[in-house]
């Protein structure tokens, strides 16, 4: 462990411009295929890239807690269902800004099983729920459940994030990430044994991938795994207080990649919105983390 914070911060916003970019293509997906087949098979083939890699380097995988490690990606894998599932059809910076409520609901749950929350984190927290509030929609009349599923992906994240924390903290980084993939793979192959011949991303079952869809899940699996391994470097070069910080990036990146890829565009108040969230969110990421020290 060391403390280069400027190599963290290259490894971490470069993991999240490769994440903001690649989740553009989910509707591609959204539009011939179904949220089941992209999964399953995403799964699998990250599945094989990283037995490929263990054997290649002589890397065993290792399980400490099977209950703890089985858990956290029950959580993880929720979320991230939601959040794929809503790439479908809501721009991805208005998806990732739901997700990235994860650090509030910790917060909230913090609060609700009795720990003492000072001010600054309460009005953080409030901070970033307006900013949810204006990245959702401006006229809360044209509020929809569909728009709400990524705050509710951010809640099953949070969960996720404290599981880490009180249940896997022996695993290792390779066997976590397996963990979620695995068991968003088992939610693929439920959904595909489950679904009929539906007309859309999330009622179909399966569905033989073309050109296009496979090759955006194989960009899916080398890009998620090279993100992962830039943030876990990043996290390895800085404090966890510090680089957390630069995960918010990705709802810029998000934002940004929308309007190049899809020409979506944020108007002044949805910008705030995002600049809102990654104030809330770093502020009691930062006082969390002095409150656990």
Known sequence: MTDKPLRAAACILT??????????????????????????????LMWAIVLGWALAVGRRLKVVSWRGLAGRSAAVSVAMMIYFAALGFLPVAQVAAGLFTAPLWILFMATAFGQSIGPVRV???????????LVLSPDPSNLSPLALAPVL????????????????????????S?????????WGLGGVLVMGGGD??????????????????????????????????????AEASVASLFEYSVLGFSALFGWLVWSETMGPLGLLGLALIAAGGGVVAIRGERAAA
């Open 15 to 44: 993991a999240m411009a490769i994440v903001g970019l690649i989740d553009q293509y989910i509707r591609l997906v959204a539009e011939q295929s179904s949220l089941w087949t992209f999964h399953l098979l995403r799964s699998l």
């Open 123 to 133: 009005t953080a927290a409030l901070v970033g729920f307006l900013g949810v509030v």
């Open 153 to 176: 992906a951010g809640l099953f994240y949070g969960i996720g994030a404290l599981a880490t924390r009180a249940w896997c903290g022996a695993e290792g980084t390779v066997e976590m």
């Open 178 to 186: 397996l963990g979620v993939f695995t068991a968003m793979g088992l």
């Open 200 to 237: 859309d991303y999330l009622t179909r079952g399966w569905v033989m991938p073309d050109a296009t869809v496979s090759g955006v899940i194989v960009m899916q699996a080398l890009g998620s795994l090279v993100a992962v391994l830039l943030l876990t470097r990043g996290y390895q070069l």
